[in-house]
């Protein structure tokens, strides 16, 4: 049974996650507190696994609450609930620096709050099965020739959580994750997958290489365009480059971009794997991928909250394999090894 501690000062959050998490038999909500002060005395006495914490509360916020929980003998995993605001933006990633363990987003309509009850169940569940990654030390491997991209959407995020766990460290491609995110959230994205994942995890950078064993999660608000690089070796590989073109699916970045620009570089050397979500985004760009020789893998429908990305792509026949989401990093690692160059 995982003990949860709910922190919000809002009352009617506080009886709706409580609502949403007692309705899970292997979770139990040990007590609810109204701002940082209360759920401080409650850590030790009720002694939670998982604690939900709100950012903005009176008397102590949230991240006054992390800083003192540093000198506490009990410290259970924090889940950072925040607000689509560039200032939660800002805070959550203080957040997770501070020792929060992961973040989900608050819709800003009140009457939409019930609509996170499967996602808020599946991060407190995956809090306690996925712990920090042990990472492999050693030089750069260099430019990548071979490109792994991940597209992703509403469902996808803990997915790749169990995706990026479990990925081979010695995986000789560069990795792309394109998310549909708020802006100003994948840089605390890719913070807090950088301590599950057993290879470095950034945030995109305009110009920024694309190296072997490493992981770049797309900026959002601007598109992510694979562009050619040509190393001092001579080995061509690819960059990313950041776009403010306009939205496309009404998103930005679209996945749609990073596939297909990914397929005019890397080509047959390409691997995509397209996660939960809806909408079209996934159809353009994954044929660009199929018809550049590279390979299209989808997750099964029944590991997925949202199919519209799969069948987007399916539409044009451009999947090659449907996989459950367990056996995801096992065929990558095999095809990504069968590929040439």
Do not use: W
């Not at 401080?40 to 102590?60: A, C, G, H, Y």
């Not at 590989?237 to 890397?266: E, L, M, Y």
């Amino acid at each position: 049974m995982i003990r949860v501690l709910v922190v919000d000062d809002s009352i009617f959050i506080r009886t709706i996650l409580k609502d949403f998490l007692s309705e899970s038999p292997d979770i139990e909500v040990v007590g609810t507190a109204s701002d940082g002060v209360e759920a401080l005395s409650q850590i030790d006495e009720l002694r939670p696994d998982v604690m939900t914490l709100d950012i903005e509360m009176p008397r102590m916020t949230g991240i006054d609450v992390l800083r003192k929980m540093q000198n506490l003998s009990h410290r259970p995993k924090v889940l950072m609930l925040s607000s689509l605001t560039s200032r939660d933006a800002s805070h959550t990633r203080t957040a997770l620096a501070l020792g929060a363990d992961d973040f989900m987003l608050k819709p800003q309509d009140i009457f939409k709050v019930r609509g996170i009850q499967e996602e808020l169940v599946a991060k407190i569940r995956h809090l306690i099965q996925i712990g920090p990654a042990v990472k492999k030390d050693g030089p750069s491997r260099g430019v990548a020739t071979r490109l792994l991209i991940f597209g992703s959407s509403a469902g996808g995020l803990q997915q790749l959580d169990i995706l990026l766990s479990k990925i081979s460290p010695d995986l000789d491609a560069g990795i792309v994750v394109t998310q549909h995110m708020p802006e100003g959230f994948t840089a605390a994205l890719a913070d807090r997958f950088n301590r599950i994942c057993p290879l470095p995890v950034k945030e995109s950078e305009n110009g920024c290489i694309l190296n072997a064993g490493e992981v770049v999660i797309s900026r959002s608000g601007v598109h992510s365009v694979i562009s050619t690089f040509m190393a001092r070796n001579g080995i061509s590989g690819g960059k990313i480059v950041h776009s403010t073109a306009p939205p496309i699916h009404a998103v930005r970045p679209a996945i749609d971009v990073t596939f297909s620009t990914a397929a005019r570089i890397f080509g047959g050397r390409t691997l995509a794997v397209i996660l939960s979500g809806m909408g079209n985004d996934c159809g353009e760009g994954a044929s660009a991928v199929k018809a550049a020789g590279g390979q299209v893998l989808a997750c099964s429908e029944e590991d997925c909250l949202v199919y519209g990305m799969v069948r987007s792509a399916m539409r044009k026949n451009s999947v090659d394999k449907v996989i459950p989401l367990r056996k995801i990093p096992d065929e990558v690692s095999k095809t990504i090894t069968a590929m040439k160059g």
